[in-house]
C-alpha cells in the first residue's frame, strides 16, 4: 500500500488533483454541477469527509458524531465574524482550534470504548451538543434562528469599513461568495488533502493502521494505541470543524441542524461510498451524495417527461411514474438503492470499482501482476 | 546472572488455584523452557509475566524492574518482547511494514506523533526491516500483505518483528503449536540460528523434540507447582516427571 509510492508519484498526484479540482467549473458544467453553490459543497463536504477519513479509514474507528464538530466550528466562525470581522482567515483558525479542543475532550473519553460503545458514546455527544445548542447555550447559538452576524456587531478588525460594508465574510476585499468562494473552499480543500496525504505516507499514518489490524500486537509492540487513537481524533474533529467554518465563510449563518445525527450518518455513507481508507474516496463519495442531492432533488415530473418524451405515449406515462418515485423528493430512495449497490458489489467503494477498471486495461495486454499483493489506488 | 526473577506468585481464578508459590529465574543468554500436562498453568504463568494478568501476590523482577503492575507496552520498552501461541501480526499491512513497526517502537518509544516525516524515506528503518525479513527467509516476500502467509511463515514474521527490537528476554509460547514436522523443524532450526546472537529466551513448549533440541535448562510445571527443575537429560529421567507429564511412560 504504502511502499508503492515515493515523493514524485505523490507530488504529480497531488499536482493532478488539485488541477482536477481547481478546473470542476469547467469540466463539471456540461452535467450540470458548474455551478458555485454545489461547487462550494463539494469542497467543503470534501474536505469534513477526508478528515473523517483519518480517523475511521485508518484506525477503524467509527465515529457517529463527527456534526458536533461541524457545528462547533460553524458557531466559532459566525462569533470570529461578529466579534474580530469579516475575514475568513481568523475564522477558520479559530474554528480548528476549538473543534480540536472540543475533539480532545469528546475523544479522550469516547476512546475508552472500541467498535459500536465508541459509536454511541460520540452519537451520544453529538446529540448532547444538538440538543444543547437549542436550550442551554442558546445565548451563545442562538436557538433555533441560528447565529448570524448584526449591523451592531463590534467587528473590531474591520474599522471603519464595517459600518457600510456588507455582512458577507470577504478577503482583501473579495467576497466569499460564488466563485471566489469556491476558490477559497478548494484552496483549503487542497491543503487538507496535502495534509491527509502525508499523514497516509508517515510512520504516524503506519500506527494508525496498526490500530485498525490489531491492537494486541501493537500492545505488545510497546506501543500504547490511545494517544496514536486520540490524536486521529482530535485532527479529524479539526479537519471538521474547519469544513463548518467554511460553510459560515460562504453563508455567515450557523444553525444547531447542522449537528444532527443524520448530518454525522452522511459523512459515514459519503466515506464508505467512495471507499474507507483511501485518499480519494471519501472525496468522490461527497461529491456524489452532493450532486444527487442537488439535481435529482431538483428534477420533477416536468423534467422526466421532456427526457422520455421520445417514448410513445403508452409507455412514457408509465416509464415517469416510476422514475419520478427516484427524485425530487424521492432522491433519498436513489441514494439508498446506489449505497446498498455499493456496498454488496464493490465493499472497498468507488475506488475499489475504479482500481478494478484499471487492473482490468493492465491485464488485457497480456500482462499480469506481478505482486500478489492486491494494492487499492489512491 | 540472573535476568528474570519470579518469587512467591500465586494467581487464582475463582476456587481454582492457577499458579501455586512460583519462584522462578532465568539465566541471562540462555534458553529455558517450561513444559508441562494441559491445564499446569503455563499460560497463566506467561501472562503474569508480561501484565496481561496480574498476580495476586509475588513479584516478577526483570533486572532491576519490577514487572508487576506494568502495562504491556511498558514492558515491551523495558526489553520483554512475546511471541503468541496463535500468531499475533498486522494482517492487513505487508511484511515489511509489519517489522518497520516494531523497529520504529523500538527507536521512538511508545507514541511519536510523525505525521509530516515518510515512512519510505526512513532508510534507517527500512533496511534494518529488510534485514531482519532475510535473516527469517521472507524478504523476496517484504511487499505482500501478510494476512495470505502460511501459518508457518506468520510465525517466522512474528518472530522476526520480536527480533527486530532487539530484546534482552523473548518469551514464546508454544512456537510449534500446531505446525507440520517440517514446519517444526525450520522454526528449530531457526530458534538456534537466532540463539547465537545471545537473547535469553523462554519457551513453553508442548512438544518434547522442540524442548530437548533447544532448551539449556527445563521447568516442568504441574498443577500450578514447579514440581521439577534442570538440563532436559535430568528431566527426562525424573521419576516425578514422568509420573505428572507423561503419566509414567518413558520417554
Known sequence: ?378 | MEILRVEGVNKSFGGLKALNNVNFSVEEGTVHAIIGPNGAGKSTFLNCMIGRLAPDTGSVMFGDISLTGMKPYEINQAGVSRVFQTPEIFAELTLLENVMIPTMAKRDGEFALHAFKRLDQDAEIRDKALHMLEDVGLAEKSGTISGALSRGDKRRLELAMCLSQDPKLLLLDEPTAGMSRADTNNTIDLLKRISDRGITKVVIEHDMHVVFSLAKKVTVLAQGTIIAEGRPEDIKGDPRVQEAYLGGAHL
Request: charged fraction near 10%.
Open chain 1, 1 to 378: 500500500m504504502t511502499m508503492n509510492s515515493s515523493p514524485a508519484r505523490d507530488t504529480v498526484f497531488f499536482l493532478i488533483f488539485a488541477a482536477a479540482v481547481l478546473t470542476m467549473p469547467i469540466w463539471l458544467a456540461p452535467i450540470g454541477a458548474g455551478y458555485p453553490d454545489l461547487l462550494q459543497k463539494f469542497a467543503i463536504f470534501g474536505l469534513f469527509a477526508t478528515g473523517f477519513n483519518l480517523l475511521f479509514g485508518l484506525t477503524g474507528y467509527l465515529s457517529f458524531g463527527h456534526a458536533a464538530f461541524l457545528g462547533v466550528g460553524s458557531y466559532t466562525a459566525v462569533w470570529s465574524f461578529k466579534l474580530l470581522g469579516m475575514n475568513p482567515i481568523p475564522a477558520a483558525i479559530l474554528a480548528v482550534v476549538t473543534s480540536g479542543i472540543f475533539a480532545l475532550a469528546i475523544g479522550y473519553v469516547s476512546l475508552r470504548r472500541s467498535g459500536i460503545y465508541f459509536s454511541i458514546l460520540t452519537l451520544a455527544f453529538a446529540q448532547m451538543s444538538y440538543n444543547l445548542a437549542y436550550s442551554v447555550l442558546t445565548p451563545i447559538t442562538n436557538g433555533e434562528t441560528g447565529l448570524r452576524v448584526l449591523e451592531s456587531d463590534p467587528r473590531i478588525l474591520d474599522g471603519s469599513a464595517a459600518t457600510d460594508g456588507p455582512l458577507i465574510s470577504s478577503l482583501f476585499g473579495i467576497e466569499m461568495t460564488g466563485y471566489a468562494g469556491f476558490y477559497f473552499c478548494a484552496a483549503v480543500l487542497l491543503i487538507g488533502f496535502f495534509v491527509a496525504q502525508r499523514i497516509f505516507r508517515s510512520p504516524f499514518g503506519i500506527m494508525l493502521r496498526a490500530v485498525k489490524t490489531n491492537q494486541n500486537r501493537m500492545n505488545y509492540t510497546g506501543l500504547n494505541p490511545r494517544p496514536y487513537t486520540l490524536a486521529a481524533f482530535v485532527i479529524s474533529g479539526m479537519y471538521a470543524g474547519l469544513a463548518g467554518a467554511l460553510m459560515c465563510i460562504t453563508d455567515p449563518l450557523a444553525g444547531a441542524e447542522r449537528m444532527q445525527w443524520t448530518a454525522s450518518g452522511e459523512v459515514v455513507l459519503m466515506t464508505i461510498l467512495g471507499g474507507a481508507g483511501t485518499l480519494l474516496g471519501p472525496i468522490f463519495g461527497a461529491a456524489l451524495i452532493k450532486y444527487f442531492e442537488n439535481i435529482f432533488s431538483a428534477f420533477n415530473e416536468q423534467t422526466l417527461h421532456e427526457i422520455f418524451g421520445f417514448l410513445p405515449d403508452f409507455l412514457e406515462y408509465p416509464v415517469v411514474a416510476v422514475s419520478s418515485l427516484f427524485v425530487g423528493e424521492g432522491w433519498h430512495l436513489t441514494l439508498g438503492v446506489l449505497f446498498m449497490l455499493i456496498v454488496i458489489f464493490l465493499p472497498g467503494g468507488l475506488m475499489e470499482g475504479i482500481s478494478r477498471i484499471f487492473r482490468a486495461f493492465k491485464r488485457s495486454p497480456g500482462k499480469t501482476n506481478p505482486t500478489g499483493a492486491t494494492a487499492p489506488a489512491e
